[in-house]
């Protein structure tokens, strides 16, 4: 008999793409399955959407739940594996799809794995159109830990008697720093390249915001001295290029010349350093983070 999975879906004010989010997890070729919706007291027509198209389905194949305040996504994600019944918890973002083998394909490595992380490849517009896929080459597991290249719920799936919550602490990045907490206090994490996961592309995506920079530097001052010493330039390069995104040219430069010096390696990814010439010159963006730290 299969074991039982539970979809966590956090969302707010999402009337946008969460019929489409649903959708992908109902039509999943896996039977055993139940959907735990965790509306964050969304303003819009979240609820009227759900209702409309799943109101036969609510109380049963799905569970919906609405907290009595805005509590933002890491609480959301912790309730509803609270809230959960199954074995094994997969999350999928509201404004996210996934393929619909997607959790069939995944799920049998949970038996020998704490955490299941399917890496995304494809990106999709707002109208669910194609606009990229990534062939990004993946290093070491380790690699795409601390440098910065994991995360997305989307395409995580974990058992739930080893699930260790997401922090408030870290929130924009909790969920990178979910991954270097589970890999520090060495849970298991299978890494698959199976393209399953489908990433939407859109302005409200939370790494645009300034609060991912800032995010990011916590989690750099609170593991830098935690995780092995030959990561430590990659992580170090991952803060320095995330701070030069975002116009913190400074301690931009300085942390990713510090990392280079390290490992001069770093310099042989193309991707990267192509990457932090680009951002290292943007002076408009340098000023427009010295305005808002005014």
């Known amino acids: 008999m299969e074991s039982k999975v539970s979809v966590v879906i956090p969302v707010y004010n999402g009337e946008r793409f969460i019929l489409e989010a649903v959708e992908s997890a109902l039509e999943q070729d896996y039977d055993n399955l139940e959907i735990v919706i965790v509306d964050d007291a969304s303003t819009d027509n979240t609820y009227a959407i759900l209702l409309e198209n799943f109101g036969d389905l609510i109380g049963k194949k799905i569970i919906y739940h609405r907290n009595e305040k805005n509590m933002e996504r ?17 999350f999928l973002d509201y404004d996210d799809r996934w ?5 069939k394909s995944s799920v049998g490595y949970l038996q020998e794995h704490d955490i299941v992380y399917s890496f995304p490849r494809t990106f999709i517009d707002e109208d669910g159109n194609t606009v990229r896929v990534s062939r990004k080459e993946i ?15 989307s395409g995580t799936g974990v058992r739930k008697d080893r699930f260790h919550g997401y922090r408030d602490r870290y929130l924009i990045r909790e969920d990178w720093e979910f991954f270097i907490r589970a890999y520090l206090d060495g849970q298991k994490i299978k890494l698959l ?3 399953m996961v489908l990433m939407r592309e859109h302005g409200g995506r939370t790494s645009r915001n300034l609060q991912f920079y800032r ?11 935690l995780i092995p010493d030959e990561y430590r330039p990659d992580f170090m390069f991952h ?9 913190d040219i400074i301690l931009g430069w300085k942390l990713v010349l510090k990392a280079i010096s390290r490992k001069p390696s770093i310099l042989k990814d193309r991707r990267k350093l192509l990457s932090v010439l680009k951002r290292g010159i943007r002076f408009d963006r340098a000023l427009r983070f010295s305005g808002s730290n005014n």
């Open 215 to 225: 995010a990011t530097l916590t989690v750099f001052r609170d593991y830098y001295n």
């Open 239 to 247: 803060t320095g290029e995330v701070a030069l995104r975002f116009g």
């Open 74 to 90: 890491a609480f959301s994600r912790n309730k509803g594996v609270q809230l959960a019944g199954g074995d094994y918890i997969f």
């Open 99 to 103: 393929k619909k083998d997607y959790i």
């Open 193 to 195: 390249d199976n393209n």
């Open 139 to 153: 290093p070491s597991l380790e690699g795409i830990i601390f440098s910065g290249l994991i995360g997305y719920p």
